[in-house]
């Protein structure tokens, strides 16, 4: 196993670009959506954390959850399809490759079936298909809040258990089990806990994160199960992280809370408002070694996605309204890390972000909205 941790230079260096010489659009709003009603748009303490979002492989449908329930939207005139009210705890979607199973944490309130991993929707209708188990760890449950679909959506890696006992590796197309990845421990042997996942089969590697140890990353072998890095990405916790299967790095978004570390004392998490560490940054997932930083305004990122053609990053950056901080939706060139667009908000955001697959649209979430914009052809070619 090889442990790679980036120098401490490297996590303070801490740097804000200015938003002054790039625009400030991205591109032309072509749709808004209110899955949860007019009521969260207006009310914004009401709700409108809308903090995943997912296209079907043709375009033509979004699926949007708040954590709790489920919409599908067409996206050509923004007509919702269906909607799946008081199911279990869910922060991930992703349709299948063919777009007929839309695949979700599970969809049983209150848990009651603690070996239930995921469930399987008929993308349609929104009935349930098929509920996937496992075997109940020692203590907690199954329940997968966040998985990764890898680019071609055959495989799928979730972390089961709590606080992540195993990653479980799905065949799509059959949902059989064709790897598991036994417990996250670090080198004494003690269980990591895992919350964030990403899979890419061409690669041969999956990533996860270490909810224990804020920043830590994990890099598992595909075909033998065995962790072959372990390197620190942020001070912080992280929020999110994306494969690019073009480019072969991690994408990684800080989340500002730290437990323990440089900034905190004990067991509590605290906000660190200033940690430089709120930032996008790309590694090798392989040796640990940071590539660069994709600097930009605001605070706690909150949504990464990544063009499926590897030239473009774009991320929600914010907090809630309450501090008084506005989000920005922000878009780098990943080739030299510039930054080509800041749209400031100006309002709460806990949303989500997803690129269309023909990597034209970008749909993003805040305060109880889904807005989807036609990228500018001249900014993102």
Same mark, same amino acid.
């Not at 073009?246 to 940690?275: F, V």
């Not at 920005?328 to 080509?340: F, I, N, T, V």
């Not at 034209?360 to 889904?370: E, S």
């Given at each position: 196993?090889?442990?790679?941790?980036?120098?401490?230079?490297?996590?303070?260096?801490?740097?804000?670009?200015?938003?002054?010489?790039?625009?400030?659009?991205?591109?032309?709003?072509?749709?808004?959506?209110?899955?949860?009603?007019?009521?969260?748009?207006?009310?914004?303490? $009401?709700?409108?954390?809308?903090?995943?979002?997912?296209?079907?492989?043709?375009?033509?449908?979004?699926?949007?959850?708040?954590?709790?329930?489920?919409?599908?939207?067409?996206?050509?005139?923004?007509?919702?399809?269906?909607?799946?009210?008081?199911?279990?705890?869910?922060?991930?979607? +992703?349709?299948?490759?063919?777009? *007929?199973?839309?695949?979700?944490?599970?969809?049983?309130?209150?848990?009651?079936?603690?070996?239930?991993?995921?469930?399987?929707? *008929?993308?349609?209708? @929104?009935?349930?298909?098929?509920?996937?188990?496992?075997?109940?760890?020692? $203590? +907690?449950?199954?329940?997968?809040?966040?998985?990764?679909?890898?680019?071609?959506?055959?495989?799928?890696?979730?972390?089961?258990?709590?606080? %992540?006992?195993?990653?479980?590796?799905?065949?799509?197309?059959?949902?059989?089990?064709?790897?598991?990845?036994?417990?996250?421990?670090?080198?004494?042997?003690?269980?990591?806990?895992?919350?964030?996942?990403?899979?890419?089969?061409?690669? +041969?590697?999956?990533?996860?994160?270490?909810?224990?140890?804020?920043?830590?990353?994990?890099?598992? *072998?595909?075909?033998?199960?065995?962790?072959?890095?372990?390197?620190?990405?942020?001070?912080?916790?992280?929020?999110?992280?994306?494969?690019?299967?073009?480019? @072969?790095?991690?994408?990684?978004?800080? *989340?500002?809370?730290?437990?323990?570390?440089? $900034?905190?004392?004990?067991?509590?998490?605290?906000?660190?408002?200033?940690?430089?560490?709120?930032?996008?940054?790309?590694?090798?997932?392989?040796?640990?070694?940071?590539?660069?930083?994709?600097?930009?305004?605001?605070?706690?990122?909150?949504?990464?996605?990544?063009?499926?053609?590897?030239?473009?990053?774009?991320?929600?950056?914010?907090?809630?309204?309450?501090?008084?901080?506005?989000?920005?939706?922000?878009?780098?060139?990943?080739?030299?890390?510039?930054?080509?667009?800041?749209?400031?908000?100006?309002?709460?955001?806990?949303?989500?972000?997803?690129?269309?697959?023909? %990597?034209?649209?970008?749909?993003?979430?805040?305060?109880?909205?889904?807005?989807?914009?036609?990228?500018?052809?001249?900014?993102?070619?």
């Amino acid at each position: 196993m090889t442990t790679a941790l980036t120098g401490g230079a490297m996590l303070t260096a801490h740097q804000q670009v200015s938003a002054a010489n790039v625009p400030d659009s991205l591109g032309r709003e072509v749709l808004r959506l209110h899955p949860m009603g007019f009521l969260n748009a207006l009310l914004p303490f $009401y709700g409108g954390d809308l903090c995943t979002l997912a296209w079907s492989a043709d375009g033509s449908r979004l699926a949007i959850t708040d954590g709790m329930n489920i919409y599908v939207h067409e996206t050509e005139n923004g007509t919702q399809l269906w909607q799946l009210k008081k199911g279990g705890r869910q922060k991930s979607l +992703g349709f299948s490759p063919k777009g *007929d199973v839309l695949i979700s944490g599970p969809t049983i309130l209150g848990m009651e079936r603690k070996d239930l991993t995921l469930t399987l929707l *008929d993308a349609a209708s @929104g009935k349930v298909l098929r509920h996937l188990s496992d075997t109940i760890p020692r $203590y +907690g449950s199954n329940g997968v809040e966040r998985y990764g679909l890898s680019p071609s959506g055959k495989l799928l890696a979730a972390v089961l258990g709590h606080p %992540g006992e195993h990653i479980n590796i799905y065949d799509t197309s059959t949902w059989d089990v064709v790897q598991s990845i036994q417990r996250s421990v670090d080198e004494n042997g003690q269980n990591t806990g895992a919350r964030l996942v990403a899979i890419d089969e061409a690669l +041969g590697i999956v990533v996860t994160d270490n909810i224990v140890a804020d920043g830590q990353v994990n890099t598992w *072998d595909l075909k033998s199960g065995k962790r072959i890095a372990s390197f620190k990405a942020s001070l912080t916790g992280l929020s999110s992280m994306a494969l690019d299967p073009h480019s @072969g790095w991690l994408i990684t978004g800080s *989340d500002g809370w730290s437990r323990g570390g440089p $900034y905190s004392q004990g067991e509590s998490k605290e906000w660190i408002e200033d940690a430089p560490q709120t930032e996008v940054r790309a590694w090798d997932p392989k040796t640990g070694k940071l590539i660069k930083t994709f600097f930009g305004s605001g605070i706690k990122v909150r949504s990464l996605a990544v063009r499926t053609d590897g030239k473009y990053v774009f991320a929600i950056k914010g907090r809630h309204l309450a501090a008084g901080k506005p989000a920005y939706l922000l878009a780098w060139r990943m080739s030299d890390g510039k930054l080509m667009a800041a749209k400031s908000l100006d309002q709460s955001t806990d949303g989500g972000a997803a690129l269309s697959p023909d %990597g034209k649209r970008l749909a993003y979430a805040v305060d109880g909205t889904v807005r989807i914009i036609e990228l500018d052809a001249a900014l993102f070619q």
